[in-house]
C-alpha cells in the first residue's frame, strides 16, 4: 500500500500541491472599522432564580487570580464506575468562553448567530436557566469559534468582553448596563486572529483593559464609564490574547501585560495608581 500511495502522485504530471494560506481563497477580510452609532444593548429578565449552592468562581483564573480554589468544600475521592450524573445542560455558541460563578448565579458571555448579537448572560447554577440576559448587536464570523473569554464580576459590576472588542459593564443582579464601550471605534484597537481572548480585570471600582495603539492600558469607572486614565503606547503595541495581572513590588502595586506589535512586542508593568 505504501509504494502505491508514493507512485500515485509520482505518476500525475497534472498533479501539483499549494500551501492554502489564509486570505489566498479570495473572500473579503473582514473589517476593522465598527459603527460610530453608540451601542444600544437589550436586557431580558427571565424567571430563574439564583441557587443557594455556596462558593464562587468570580473571574478567570479564580478569585485570587492563581487558578486555586478556596472552598471548604472537600473533594470526591471516589466516582461511580457509571460516572457522575449530569445535572443539566445546554447549548450554548461557538467559541471557548469560560463561565464564572457568584452568589449561585453562572456567568456567560455567549454569541447569537441568529439574531447576531454578542450575549452575556446569567443563569441559575441550580438549572442553567437563564435569570437575564443582555445583548447587543455585532456581526462575528465563524473563526475557530466566536466567542473566548471570561466574564469578571466584582460587586456589584460584571464586566466582560466580546469577540470584536466590545465592553460590557452591567449590574451582576439585574443586568441593567451601566455602560458599553467599543475599543475598536474608541481607541482604534486592533481585533487580534481568532478574536478577542482578553479576560477584564476589575480592581477598586475600576475595569483595567489594554486596547493598544491609541492607549496601551486604559482604567475606566466601572460606575460612570469615565476614563480614569490612559497609558501612553510610543511603540504601537496591539491588543494580544493575554489579559493583564496585577502585581506587587516593593511596596508598589502594577499592572502586567504582555503586548505585541509587527515584529516586536513586550512585558509592561504599569502603576495601578494612575496608568
Known amino acids: 500500500m505504501a509504494g502505491v500511495l508514493w507512485l500515485w502522485p509520482a505518476s500525475s504530471p497534472e498533479n501539483t500541491f499549494e500551501p492554502r494560506l489564509s486570505g489566498a481563497d479570495g473572500r473579503p477580510a473582514e473589517s476593522q472599522s465598527h459603527s460610530d452609532t453608540p451601542l444600544q444593548g437589550t436586557l431580558v429578565t427571565l424567571q430563574a432564580q439564583s441557587s443557594d449552592i455556596p462558593g464562587q468562581w468570580p473571574r478567570f483564573r479564580g478569585d485570587q487570580l492563581d487558578n486555586i480554589s478556596t472552598d471548604e468544600t472537600p473533594l470526591k475521592r471516589d466516582w461511580p464506575e457509571s460516572g457522575l450524573s449530569e445535572l443539566w445542560s445546554m447549548e450554548v455558541g461557538e467559541g471557548f468562553a469560560g463561565v464564572s460563578i457568584w452568589q449561585g448565579r453562572v456567568y456567560l458571555i455567549d454569541y447569537d448567530r441568529d439574531a447576531q448579537t454578542d450575549m452575556v448572560r446569567c443563569m441559575s447554577l441550580d438549572t442553567g436557566q437563564d435569570i437575564w440576559r443582555y445583548s447587543y448587536p455585532v456581526q462575528v464570523k465563524r473563526w475557530h469559534g ?95 490574547h493575554s489579559s493583564i495581572v496585577p502585581m506587587e513590588f516593593a511596596g508598589r502595586r502594577f499592572y502586567v501585560y504582555a503586548g505585541g506589535s509587527t515584529g516586536k512586542g513586550g512585558v509592561v508593568g504599569v502603576s495601578a495608581v494612575d496608568g
Open 146 to 240: 466566536m466567542s473566548r473569554t471570561v466574564p469578571t464580576v466584582a460587586e456589584p459590576y460584571v464586566v466582560s468582553v466580546g469577540p470584536k472588542c466590545h465592553v460590557s459593564c452591567l449590574n451582576a443582579l439585574t443586568g441593567e448596563a451601566y455602560w458599553l464601550m467599543d475599543l475598536v471605534r474608541d481607541y482604534q484597537a486592533q481585533v487580534p486572529q481568532w478574536y478577542t481572548a482578553q479576560c477584564p480585570l476589575v480592581e477598586d471600582g475600576k475595569a483595567i483593559l489594554a486596547p493598544g495603539n491609541d492607549a496601551l492600558m486604559i482604567a475606566v469607572d466601572c460606575n460612570s464609564g469615565e476614563i480614569l486614565w490612559e497609558t501612553p503606547n510610543p511603540d504601537g503595541w496591539v491588543m494580544t
